[in-house]
């Protein structure tokens, strides 16, 4: 989004105009500050952002998501990082988001699973391990980069973008990534990659459900409205829309267990998580939910390798 940036440059600031890509999540300084890195685009040359206000970091994540308000003299372009890294440099000395682009060699492949986006759509997704001479690491792919990847076999990925989950690094796949053959990789790190995600049996002795009405334009909730009305605004981005156009999120804790360790834990089960998965995705109400999970002896899931999210039900028991 073209939007004025304060720049402090020997001891005087100046305004820029351009966009923002790239905003990293908040993360924590070895000083235990907050912070956040993102990129900023001028016309010919991007600039690596790093920023120590909390409060900024949604603020540039909605200028990122809307690019431009007004009219500027040159495009909207993704950076891409023209060099191409290793593996060993991607997982050690580059952030989470960034672009990337990198050489290896396919090992292993999951069979794909469905997994629906934020827009709504379901599509395929698999992981895949790949390795170069310094290092693995998975990729998450996603459905026809799926299919451009054959185990056994040596690409170069252009525009791949770094995930972290629980600080073990990882690979996705994005709608501009580019897939192509290259020479064998005959000499790769053969080393096992550190999983992204386990599977466990869940456990939940008791669930809270919250549900949201959330906007069509800035997805924040709409708070307290009345729904005969054929129009509502937005008290956030101020923006007026068809009633009907309103969507519904729920908010779900639980107090549960993993049948690995029995330990007690309480965990959230993500609006994501629960349209994902074909016996809660129809649930409409806050008591339907919470009945359900409490009427069910135990959850196949997958989680984080720490157990500190949940990412996906596999099946009811």
């Not at 003299?73 to 991607?90: C, G, S, Y």
């Not at 000499?187 to 809270?208: G, P, Q, R």
């Not at 069910?296 to 990412?311: A, C, D, H, P, R």
Request: charged share 25%.
């Amino acid at each position: 989004m073209a939007a004025p940036k304060k720049i402090k440059l020997d001891e005087q600031s100046i305004e820029v105009e351009g966009y923002v890509h790239n905003v990293s999540p908040l993360k924590v300084s070895r000083n235990n500050n907050n912070y956040f890195n993102a990129i900023f685009q001028e016309e010919g040359k991007y600039t690596d952002l790093v920023c120590f206000v909390q409060d900024y970091n949604s603020v540039l994540k909605d200028i990122e998501k809307t690019k431009s308000p007004r009219q500027l003299q040159f495009r909207f372009e993704e950076p891409k990082l023209n060099k191409t890294v290793t593996i060993k440099e991607a997982r050690s000395g580059l952030n989470p988001f960034q672009k990337i682009t990198i050489e290896a060699k396919v090992m292993n492949k999951m069979d794909p699973t469905l997994q629906a986006i934020k827009s709504g759509e379901v599509i395929r997704k698999s992981y895949i391990t790949v390795a170069d001479a310094t290092d693995t690491i998975q990729v998450c792919a996603w459905d026809k980069h799926i299919d451009q990847l054959e185990i056994g076999k040596s690409y170069k990925m252009t525009s791949v973008s770094l995930r972290s989950f629980d600080g073990i690094k990882s690979i996705t796949t994005c709608p501009d990534t580019i897939i192509d053959r290259i020479e064998d990789i005959e000499s790769v790190n053969t080393a096992e990659t550190d999983a992204i995600s386990v599977i466990d049996t869940l456990i939940i002795d008791a669930v809270s459900c919250n549900s949201f009405t959330l906007c069509s334009a800035c997805n924040k909730a709409i708070g307290v409205f009345n729904p005969d009305v054929n129009t509502v605004k937005c008290p956030t981005c101020q923006m007026r829309q068809k009633t009907k156009n309103l969507h519904q999120s729920f908010k779900i804790q639980v107090n549960c267990r993993f049948q690995s360790n029995d330990q007690p834990k309480k965990m959230a089960i993500s609006h994501n998580v629960l349209t994902n998965f074909r016996e809660t995705r129809e649930l409409k109400s806050d008591n339907e939910i919470e009945d359900y999970f409490l009427s069910k002896s135990n959850f196949k899931v997958e989680v984080t390798s720490s157990q500190s999210q949940i990412l996906r039900i596999l099946e009811a028991n």
